[in-house]
């Protein structure tokens, strides 16, 4: 067996020369999970000689035709060149945890796989996950089937006709305007401080407050450019892209914003000057003392334990900021539209159903103005 180092999206991939059960010649690409970047190159080579032995050592045929369902959803991924990296690891986070586990004790190999085997998967699984997390899962379940049918390994996709449970509406909760400013005053001074400003500010996703750059400020014309992300599943990934091209936004900077950040610009000078070569020279705007990014997952704990220390309500999620953003927005007049490219929604319809929370006040308003037209006696 032979293989080669390939890049694919600033990640290495070890492809290996394989053999089918009928003698042709397959290749496998497998992630190695190794970013594409200086001094990494001579790690990956180690790590393809690693896999070519692994291979070698328990004689893996992938491609036969008696291969277990669980192992074959490993095939399918491994298949995957072309997909984002923190999409990956989200595959196979959830192979790993919930779907490998399952089929490996029904121990079903992929030609024996039926409807009831699957059937009997979501019915398990619908205890304790949620019918959209189900939905990811036969995702993945039925583009591995999908695969096996058209590598003419089984003769149909006994995933197709499965039925799950239907998906709610989702819902976010967001903080009232009190609420907000609560939370500003519990994290003034802290490096939270301004991760909380331009989350409630411009409804940023996580990913858009840790990719935030200086050079993405400009304090000249006075916006801010959202284009550059930062998304961690089980490893960072930096992406000079956002979302989607709708979520690549240019936001003006009003007056108390923009001397608030010029007051964080110069105490990260000040900073710097005082930690000297220790400091980390990263561009982020959301970053400790000592110039190290601040991580998305350490944005979310940090985030609930303010809200706890606070009396604030314990099931709001960060991107419930955004939530709260689109509320204050709603609140002060601004139409859908408004809000909707403030957010950077593709779609107008997304901000109508997610984010357009009325708070009792502005019911009560309605309430009000409904009351002077309607005159009961």
Not at 69 to 93: G, H, M, P
Request: proline letters at 3%.
């Amino acid at each position: 067996m032979t293989g080669s180092l390939q890049a694919n999206k600033g990640t290495y991939y070890a492809v290996l020369n394989m053999k089918d059960e009928n003698g042709r010649r397959k290749q496998k690409a497998i992630c190695l999970h190794i970013p594409v970047i200086k001094g990494n190159k001579r790690i990956a080579e180690q790590s393809l000689k690693d896999v070519l032995r692994e291979y070698e050592d328990k004689r893996v045929e992938v491609y036969r035709k008696d291969i277990l369902f669980c192992d074959y959803l490993q095939v399918w991924l491994d298949s995957k060149v072309k997909i984002e990296f923190n999409t990956r690891e989200a595959y196979q986070c959830n192979i790993d945890a919930h779907i490998y586990p399952f089929f490996k004790k029904l121990n079903v190999s992929l030609q024996n796989v039926e409807y009831r085997h699957i059937e009997a998967y979501y019915a398990a699984k619908g205890k304790t996950l949620s019918a959209n997390t189900l939905k990811k899962h036969h995702a993945i379940i039925k583009q591995t089937l999908r695969k096996a049918v058209q590598s003419k390994l089984i003769a149909s996709n006994p995933a197709t006709d499965i039925e799950l449970p239907k998906t709610e509406r989702f819902t976010g909760s967001f903080l009232s305007a009190e609420q907000g400013n609560i939370l500003l005053n519990a994290v003034k001074d802290t490096p939270m401080e301004p991760v909380i400003v331009l989350a409630m500010m411009y409804g940023l996703r996580r990913s858009e407050v840790a990719g935030l750059k200086w050079n993405a400020i400009d304090f000249t014309n006075n916006t801010l450019a959202v284009r550059h992300t930062v998304t961690k599943f089980k490893t960072a990934v930096t992406k000079n892209r956002t979302k989607n091209s709708s979520s690549n936004r240019v936001l003006p900077l009003n007056q108390p914003i923009k001397e608030f950040l010029l007051r964080l610009r110069d105490r990260q000078s000040e900073e710097k000057q005082f930690f000297g070569q220790s400091y980390q020279n990263t561009e982020y705007v959301c970053r400790w003392p000592d110039g190290h990014a601040l991580k998305c997952d350490y944005l979310s704990r940090a985030f609930k334990r303010v809200l706890l220390q606070n009396g604030l309500p314990e099931n709001t999620r960060f991107h419930d900021l955004r939530h709260s953003c689109a509320s204050y927005m709603l609140k002060t007049g601004c139409s859908m539209k408004e809000i909707s490219d403030w957010l950077g929604h593709a779609d107008i319809k997304t901000s109508m159903n997610i984010y357009a929370h009325l708070d009792t006040d502005a019911r009560n308003e309605v309430a009000n103005r409904l009351g002077s037209i309607l005159l009961l006696e």
